[in-house]
């Protein structure tokens, strides 16, 4: 008799999005892919106020949307379950009020990565893909709401894992007065040099000639952008975030059918990533599926 794969779902309940994924390893020790979905939850509204704090509103949606994956995707599911968060919730000062109530809507409890945590997940997930698992050395970014992580890779170990406060909710509440409409010169300005000092700070380099790996949202909406392409130009980055930097939300949506819950932090996600490329003088950076549940279930089904 033929011993069923074992199965996991991981729901990452990141500032902007609430990620689902439901996998079994099957007989050859492969991960396959059984269900995924986002959900357009924006938790991270108001990150960057001081102190942060989570609103009730956030905290009803989240709760209500992770407890409605659960019924319907894992109905009296055997299979192991782990629910994280990670920016916005590990730095609101309520964070408690979300973890008591998810572990009373759904009997689990919330784990709260750190940002080391989640980079390094990030890291091992990377390892996993086959596309990279022969590469001596690797450098990664992935790009959320709250922060962007940092890593580093060499041979078959996370070298470096940062989490750095440069996420677009995060840099676009803090230095953009009204994401539906155009820019101002001065606020494109002042993101560019708060990713520089940040950079700066964290002493962040890469060899010259260097293909750096991006993830996130963003990047799935760039290569829509671009026609399909995986590998996109810092000079063709640059070009987009500048691009939509002048126009509104509502031709943002219209011209180029960004979805409407990221339309308004898409040029700032642009500049940053723009603007890390720039800063670390990389001439590109490609598109990687690789990010953090699947770093968590590469442990959960111990591949």
């Known amino acids: 008799m033929m011993i069923q794969p074992q199965s996991a779902a991981v729901i990452d309940l990141g500032t ?25 939850v924006r938790i991270g509204e108001g990150i960057s106020q ?24 894992l109905p009296n599911s055997n299979c192991a379950i782990r629910i994280v968060a990670t920016s916005a919730v590990r730095e609101a000062e309520n964070s408690d009020q979300l973890t008591v109530a998810l572990k009373a809507e759904t009997g689990i409890t919330l784990e709260i990565l ?28 992935d790009l959320g709401g709250g922060s962007l992580e940092w890593i580093h890779i060499k041979a078959d170990s996370v070298q470096q894992a940062l989490s750095l406060p440069l996420g677009a909710v995060r840099l676009t509440e803090r230095w953009i007065k009204d994401p539906q409409k155009p820019l101002f010169d001065s606020e494109i300005t002042a993101v560019r040099r708060a990713v520089e000092r940040t950079l700066t700070s ?7 000639g260097t293909t750096l790996l991006g993830s996130g949202g963003v990047f799935y909406i760039l290569k829509q952008l671009v026609g399909g392409s995986e590998q996109f130009e810092t000079k063709e980055i640059e070009g987009w975030a500048q691009s939509l930097a002048k126009i509104d939300i509502a031709q943002r949506i219209q011209q180029y059918l960004i979805p409407e819950k990221r339309a308004d932090i898409l040029p700032v996600a642009l500049i940053t990533i723009a603007s890390v490329l720039e800063f670390l003088q990389v001439n590109s950076i490609e598109h990687s599926r690789s990010t953090l549940k699947y770093g968590l279930l590469k442990e959960l089904l111990k591949l």
């Open 16 to 40: 902007n999005s609430i990620k689902f994924i439901l996998a079994e390893r099957t007989d050859e020790n492969a991960l396959n892919i059984l269900e995924e979905q986002t959900l357009e």
């Open 202 to 208: 964290s002493k962040l380099n890469v060899p010259l």
């Open 50 to 73: 001081d102190p942060a704090r989570l609103t009730s509103n956030a905290i009803e949606a989240s709760v209500q949307a992770i407890a409605k994956i659960i019924k319907v995707h």
């Open 114 to 141: 750190d940002g080391h945590t989640e980079a390094y997940y990030i890291g091992q997930a990377i390892r996993m893909n086959p596309l990279y698992a022969k590469k001596k050395q690797l450098y990664a970014i």
